[in-house]
């Protein structure tokens, strides 16, 4: 879509330390073969993404994003062959990589904001960065991504996953992501990685007008449901999607 930013085929580490940001990543230099899935990842990459396709994701940003992101250079070595599997893997400390048609899902989603409709997303802030996975996702179809987690082992994980993908817009926080993040605010898009009892009052606040935030919330009989919460102009308009099972949304820092 012309309304968006172009990308690159792919996602790679990038040597090069002239370039920088989304723009220079438009002109990224040739891939480097990746270690443990074959020679090269890419085939298998994209049959992840033909497969997204036909589960229904239909916005190309969203399906150029996955294709372009390496999902195995966010797992342990020993799991490295099931990263493009549609599945969510450990990360260690208890918590999981997302399953890659829950991110590509999420992502849809928040390119369903009302200020998507104007131009490419501005801010976009997500709670529970893990492993940095739906960081470096995001930062293809975000101006600027501010990503925080309150695990600081999984915090330095993450800032070592993504540190040789050079992404200048992505934002790595430490922190409690209840309070969200408001200096960053307000956001055109918020995005949850782990399921609450309910919606901290913080993330309705940091959105914009014509902002939508999307997490999973407890739902009766101890389920969990994607729920969607666009900020309009007269309130707060929120729908209930399909039910999800992320890890628990804590509190505090650790
Ligand atoms: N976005 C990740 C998913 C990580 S799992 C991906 O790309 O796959 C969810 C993460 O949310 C965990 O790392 C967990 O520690 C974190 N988390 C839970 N409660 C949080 C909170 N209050 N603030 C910030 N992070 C939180």
Redesign the pocket.
């Known amino acids: 879509m012309s309304r968006r930013p172009t990308f690159p085929a792919r996602l790679d580490p990038r040597p090069a330390p002239e370039q920088r940001g989304t723009a220079a990543a438009a002109q990224a230099p040739a891939p480097s073969p990746a270690r443990g899935v074959g020679l090269d990842s890419s085939a298998v990459r994209m049959r992840m993404v033909q497969r997204l396709a036909a589960q229904g994701i239909a916005e190309p940003a969203v399906l150029q994003a996955m294709g372009a992101v390496e999902r195995h250079r966010?797992v342990d070595s020993a799991l490295v062959n099931q990263a493009y599997e549609d599945t969510?893997l450990p990360?260690g400390?208890g918590?999981?990589?997302?399953k890659p048609s829950v991110?590509a899902r999420m992502a849809q989603l928040l390119l369903g904001a009302g200020l998507a409709r104007s131009g490419p997303l501005a801010r976009v802030l997500?709670?529970?960065?893990?492993?940095?996975?739906?960081?470096a996702?995001l930062s293809l179809l975000a101006r600027e991504v501010y990503?925080?987690?309150?695990?600081r082992g999984?915090h330095e994980k993450a800032r070592a996953n993504l540190r040789p993908f050079r992404l200048a817009n992505v934002h790595l926080l430490f922190?409690?992501?209840?309070a969200g993040f408001a200096q960053g605010a307000p956001y055109a898009g918020i995005v949850v990685?782990?399921g609450?009892a309910h919606l901290p009052p913080a993330w309705c606040d940091q959105l914009a007008v014509g902002g939508r935030l999307v997490a999973p919330v407890a739902a009766a009989g101890g389920r969990q449901a994607l729920i969607v919460v666009d900020k309009t102009p007269l309130g707060l308009k929120q729908s209930v999607l399909e039910d999800v099972h992320?890890?628990?949304?804590?509190?505090?820092v650790a």
């Open positions: 966010f969510s990360i400390l918590q999981t990589i997302s991110v997500e709670i529970g960065t893990g492993c940095g996975y739906q960081a996702v990503s925080i987690e309150r695990l999984l922190g409690d992501g209840m990685a782990a609450g992320f890890v628990p949304l804590k509190s505090g």
